[in-house]
């Protein structure tokens, strides 16, 4: 692996709240965060709220409108179309595939209606409806498939942290206003404290609606299951990920760019590694950037190493992995390259920890892969990755946009 521009920093606690002002990052302010929260859509009522669009396997042509009605209903669709400069024309509609009551919840449904023959690099407006009630027209764009350059947003661990969490979201939200390049965002899991409690959910669910850009634009969540997301909710909420008792698969982004999410709460051995070495076997070949994203770190900053370490790591260094996203440990952290448990210039890069509004621990910075040139900090941020032809550009951006850390990665 070739690296460059690489800016390492030991160990950071970065004050961002101070450092810019309200207009620039509003979200900062909690009037108006306050008043944001204020004109989320009310649940427990027919019509649509909890509007979230989720990406799994072919992202070029297929997503799930997802969202939440405060009463089981009838006559619930998305009507969708190729956004158009003379207006939206929502020549299409769908009925959600799936539809049910929530576990444990309150009389709350989830429904999922699955749009497939999308077209590549393609924004589509849409709107969903249930009993006469519509949601704002929104829209998102699908993955391309060809190689053009774009972005896409990873973190993890947003389970508390409540008004931490809703900063996080609107600055998400001005990210992706600003970067029509930015399509996606890939959350590595523990989106709240207890998987089977249906208020913490429907709080996250709600709150997720901030990170709809004002133009509309919403960015399809790639979802990854965390040591807090057990029960039949996570399914229930984001379609099953992966399949019923697995909720692991790989995404094809573009042509180029492969992200293989990973379950760290089943057997990290047995039929799921063996499903990585022939996934990893089959895409490596075919893709200039192969990464891996899930939650219980092998390399970790703060916790002891999980099961990753023994059964993935090692597939992980024979087929050249590009970049592996961890969450877990709420810091932030980038690794040494790996190899062979000891720093080599052609070993892989471990990044992230969870900095979604979850409370931050403070790094230990003495382990050795986190030494120079890797780095090691605390502040609530989400991470940007730029895919491109001639490189892979990695970036950690705090609340108030600046960057903590960065790192260039070139072909291997």
Do not use: C
Request: hydrophobic letters at 35%; a positive charge.
């Amino acid at each position: 692996m070739k690296l460059k521009a690489l800016f390492p920093l030991t160990l950071l606690f970065f004050s961002s709240l101070s450092s810019v002002s309200g207009e620039q990052a509003p979200w900062l302010d909690k009037d108006y965060l306050d008043e944001r929260t204020r004109q989320l859509a009310p649940t427990r009522t027919a019509a649509p709220s909890q509007w979230r669009v989720i990406w799994t396997k072919e992202p070029s042509t297929r997503a799930t409108v997802s969202w939440t009605t405060g009463k089981k209903g009838s006559g619930h669709r998305v009507r969708y179309g190729v956004r158009s400069s003379s207006g939206p024309k929502l020549t299409e509609s769908i009925v959600p595939q799936r539809s049910g009551a929530y576990s444990s919840a309150n009389g709350e449904y989830f429904h999922h209606a699955r749009l497939s023959e999308l077209s590549p690099s393609t924004t589509y407006d849409f709107q969903i409806e249930s009993e006469g009630n519509r949601s704002p027209l929104m829209h998102f764009t699908t993955a391309p498939a060809d190689d053009r350059s774009f972005r896409l947003l990873f973190g993890g661990d947003s389970r508390t942290g409540i008004n931490a969490r809703g900063q996080v979201n609107l600055l998400m939200a001005d990210l992706s206003e600003k970067d029509d390049e930015l399509i996606g965002f890939a959350h590595g899991g523990d989106y709240i404290v207890s998987g089977r409690n249906w208020s913490q959910w429907s709080t996250w669910l709600s709150q997720h609606e901030l990170t709809v850009a004002k133009s509309g634009k919403v960015l399809p969540i790639i979802p990854t299951r965390g040591n807090h997301d057990g029960g039949p909710l996570y399914d229930e909420i984001f379609d099953t990920p992966g399949g019923k008792e697995k909720n692991y698969f790989f995404t094809r982004i573009s042509p180029e760019v492969a992200l293989v999410t990973l379950n760290t709460e089943i057997s990290a051995g047995g039929e799921q590694r063996s499903w990585l070495a022939q996934t990893l076997a089959d895409l490596r070949p075919e893709v200039r950037w192969l990464l891996a994203e899930y939650h219980r770190p092998a390399w970790p900053a703060v916790k002891s190493p999980g099961a990753a370490k023994k059964f993935w790591v090692p597939l992980f260094e024979k087929y050249n992995m590009d970049l592996v996203v961890e969450s877990d440990g709420h810091v932030i952290k980038r690794t040494v390259p790996i190899r062979n448990e000891k720093k080599d210039p052609t070993g892989i890069v471990y990044v992230g920890e969870g900095g979604l509004g979850v409370p931050q621990r403070s790094p230990k910075t003495d382990r050795w892969y986190l030494q120079k040139p890797g780095m090691a900090g605390a502040d609530h941020h989400v991470m940007r990755i730029t895919f491109a032809k001639k490189s892979m550009d990695y970036e950690v951006v705090l609340l108030d946009q600046s960057k903590a850390d960065s790192m260039t990665f070139l072909p291997r």
